[in-house]
């Protein structure tokens, strides 16, 4: 039996997907021991997910950016590296205490392998202890923008933690088809560790009931599917953005749902063209001509459908969020970014003719009617790179666990 530690970086749920997809992969490969860890709402969700292996379930208060209005506030973060900070202790201070913490797990729970989804701390106590580690990830040294030249050092310092792993896997398709191209910049001296698995795309082959009421609701319709993802300010400013577009007078008859990414009924609703709000069966079983139909949680089934459905979709630039869409769904998308990885992956995705960039309220009624003017290249473009997309990074990635845990044999 193999001891297989899990470390999920807990800012964002895209490093929790994707473990979570390959955990389910893993525990079809043998009675092997796995441990988890992480922190905040990552680490509520791995009790809720696994209660029966509480005793595997690890937290460790791994550093994270201090979230401001719109996502994680650049000012706040940057004191925060010296000085307290809302409650934070000094970056430096929550470094020395969380590797020290991890380091005794490490010591106690003897590991065979451990995957690290954003943890760099972890490659560097696994490499001191002769560990094998692999690092997934869909940034090494991500592209800077003039704005952020003062970020080099702390990326090079990052890079410098990630170089450490024994493997890094990249959850992307291999170039050119690799959409966080411009987050990588590998250097010459870890080419021989990276390989290209493949993004961690969801099963499509879902067990299907009966059609909810939502999707009944959408059936025959053209509409654009607005997601909301991410921890609270993440999601919180992607939705500021969205309001200030949809209040736009171009936006009048524009279609949509949003799904809102929180397990929150109350959210639910549909409004028509006049505002007036409707239950999504209520307005099922009136057959009310909607404008916008707002979800908290869309179920597999009904995320499936909305995006089989919709015309296109607005992301934030979250790399597993487009890797479905563009990937599994060729759809084309409008990004509209938090961060500079979301930037630079929207960037990428405009320059290949995948869908548009936009910024404000202005530039995403803008890219809306470009979306509509130019729809028919999009798609072209969006088809082309579905074809060669690279969707099998669960399986790829599970192949080599299982071949390095049989050469430990």
């Not at 450490?164 to 896997?169: C, E, G, H, Q, T």
């Not at 910049?185 to 390989?195: G, I, R, W």
């Not at 910024?359 to 028919?376: F, T």
Request: net charge neutral; with cysteine; proline share 4%.
């Amino acid at each position: 039996m193999a001891k297989i530690g899990q470390f999920i970086y807990p800012w964002g749920n895209g490093h929790y997907s994707r473990m979570m997809r390959l955990n389910e992969k893993l525990k079809q490969l043998g009675d092997n021991e796995f441990h988890y860890f992480s922190k905040g709402d990552i680490y509520k969700k791995l009790l809720e997910k696994f209660p029966n292996e509480k005793e595997n379930i690890h937290e460790v208060l791994m550093p994270t950016p201090i979230d401001g209005k719109l996502g994680p506030s650049l000012t706040k973060s940057m004191l925060n590296f010296l000085l307290p900070v809302e409650e934070n202790k000094p970056l430096v201070t929550q470094i020395s205490s969380y590797l020290k913490n991890e380091g005794k797990l490490y010591n106690k729970i003897g590991f065979d392998l451990v995957i690290n989804d954003g943890d760099m701390g972890s490659n560097v106590l696994a490499e001191r202890r002769n560990i094998t580690s692999l690092f997934v990830t869909n940034q090494f040294k991500p592209k800077l923008w003039k704005s952020r030249v003062y970020f080099k050092p702390a990326l090079e310092f990052v890079a410098k933690q990630i170089s450490k792993a024994s493997r890094i896997l990249v959850a992307d398709s291999e170039p050119p088809y690799t959409m966080c191209e411009y987050n990588l910049n590998f250097t010459k001296a870890v080419q021989d560790k990276v390989t290209y698995v493949g993004h961690f795309t969801t099963n499509k082959n879902i067990e299907r009931s009966e059609d909810s009421d939502l999707e009944k609701l959408i059936s025959g319709s053209v509409f654009g599917y607005w997601m909301r993802t991410g921890n609270k300010s993440t999601n919180d400013g992607t939705g500021e953005r969205y309001e200030e577009a949809f209040h736009q007078p171009e936006m009048k008859k524009e279609k949509r749902i949003v799904s809102h990414a929180r397990d929150d009924p109350s959210i639910d609703k549909v409004l028509d063209k006049d505002g007036k709000q409707y239950s999504i069966s209520e307005a099922y079983e009136k057959n009310i001509d909607w404008i916008q139909i707002d979800k908290g949680f869309l179920s597999e089934q009904e995320k499936e459908t909305v995006l089989d459905s919709c015309k296109y979709a607005v992301v934030n630039g979250s790399h597993t969020v487009m890797g479905e869409i563009l990937g599994s769904h060729a759809k084309p998308i409008i990004g509209i970014p938090i961060y500079d990885e979301h930037t630079n992956q929207i960037e990428w995705t405009k320059e290949k003719k995948l869908g548009l960039f936009a910024q404000n309220r202005m530039q995403i009624v803008q890219a809306v009617r470009e979306m509509y003017e130019n729809y028919d290249e999009f798609v072209d473009s969006v088809k082309q790179f579905s074809k060669n997309f690279n969707g099998n990074g669960v399986d790829n990635t599970a192949k080599i666990v299982s071949e390095i845990l049989e050469d430990k044999k």
